[in-house]
């Protein structure tokens, strides 16, 4: 290795706040910082598939414009200069939004999504977009159209998904901070599968304008990274009120960077989900888990067994409202105003266009998910199915009150199993579903969320992920308990998890 | 319930989507074995519980009914698959017997 190789191996792997703190200091440019990334990405990204699209020139360009800054003594952001890979579900003017699907391949967006205006107005250097299951419609990235990401952890296993490629970009060292979307999981459960951290908000604490709808009453845009202080510093960036988008919240956003910073769980009262457990758990998984609660426990954490009876029908209630929810969402794809139009021959009628469009442009799991949307909405099963699922609805939320009246945070693992193969269960939609078991019940209810790493399980070496849950708008309680555990955790380790991902093959 | 290939044939068209024979035959009985799982919603929603659509208890958002500027026409007709006088170009849309 070259000292200048080993300058750059050293950057990549630098948290997203020492990075800014070099960038400010002048220690270390932007420039070089994301040169660094790009190096990598080109090393990596052949193995790993994290990224759809890398626009090096402009992001080198961007962030000359910050080190200009920053020799000129202007006021930049906390994270100003600090590479990011944004989810290709967000728009991003002059990049393609594809949201994983040949119906909108090569789209250029014509405005961009709030969070990325935020990211670009805080300085941050956007490297990208990355890699997801189409629509964000999956737990593997293996829906997408253009290719599965490969974990970097075993490059044979799924990344999670639908954000797959952020998480998988994060952890292999491509960058300190990517942007993820979360309607079920999508966030949190590619954290715990790669050991890296991943926030859903409270549902309306980050805008939506921008973001492709899946599920509009369930999508929250969120932050991914190595870290839960820098985890906090980009929810903090990209977080508050948005006139744009009529559900976001227009109340100040939660001190998360102080909660991480504080680290504190002395006292607080952590709430065990009896029913997010036992059967259909993996050893190593609930190992980790019980050992991660102790050790809360240990920080002066007080640990209570709290039953959520109407958990257990999260994943059906889920199962309708999403697919009813998306079904209408995607009736835009239509092939008339934007992306794929198949089979205009000057003959064909609007609706035979559409019909031919959709056919072509849509993936297996996007077409399954529109079906069932339409059955459940269709008149004569709209109470059994939709109606129902509303009720349930209802129901989880309750339980969430009923147990954040007794405790404030929830803890459960942010998955059922570890990273599985590639491939494996591609053919059973059903087994796919149950990765999202422990992670639907806050985007039901909109509370905010977390997956944090607490190890690896003993039996397949892979990560296993915690998942916090607080009220809505207590979004810095997953901050302390976060941090708490990550600073426990590393000092019994003597480093962090990803010091142990083994050596990526590289070009 | 058992759903057949001829009621997903039907959910595809009121979904606009062009579903070929194989796709049919594969797609009904997954269909079949998630509709039956997710439909144990019933046993628990029965009571007279109030559904939630939205996280939020929010109602009307308004804004001040001003005008704003709107984006240029152009750039969203480069998005289009096909454009013609400044306007969006689409298929006829009405049948033969109109």
Sequence with gaps: MSPQQAAAAEIIRLTAVDLATKIKSRELSAVEATQAHLDRIADVDGEIHAFLYVDGERALASAGRVDAKIAAGEIVGPLAGVPLALKDILTYTGAPTTCGSKILEGWLPPYNATVTRRLLDHDIVILGKTNLDEFAMGSSTENSAYGPTRNPWDSDRIPGGSGGGSAAAVAAFEAPLAIGTDTGGSIRQPAAVTGTVGVKPTYGGSSRYGLVALASSLDQPGPCARTVLDAALLHQVIAGHDPCDSTSIDQPVPDVVGAARSADVAGMKVGVVSELGGEGYAPGVEQRFNQAVELLASLGAEIIEVSCPHFVYALPAYYLILPAECSSNLAKFDGMRFGLRVGDDGVASAEEVMAATREAGFGAEVKRRIIIGTYALSSGYYEAYYGQAQKVRTLISRDFDQAFSNVEVLVSPSTPITAFKIGEKVDDPLAMYMNDLCTIPSNLAGNASASFPVGLAPEDGLPVGLQVMAPPLADDRLYRVGAALEAALQSAWGGSLLDRLPELAGR | ?98
């Design chain 2, 1 to 98: 319930m058992a759903l057949t290939a001829d009621d997903v044939a039907s959910l595809a068209r009121l979904a606009r989507i062009e579903l070929t024979e194989a796709e049919l035959e594969v797609l009904a009985p997954q269909l079949d074995v998630i509709l039956e799982s997710v439909a144990r919603v019933s046993e628990v929603a029965a009571q007279d519980i109030p559904p939630t659509s939205h996280a939020l208890p929010l109602t009307n958002v308004f804004r001040e009914d001003v005008l704003r500027p709107c984006l240029p026409r152009e750039q969203i007709l480069a998005g289009a698959p096909a454009a013609e006088q400044m306007r969006f170009r689409v298929p006829r849309i009405l049948g033969e017997e109109a």
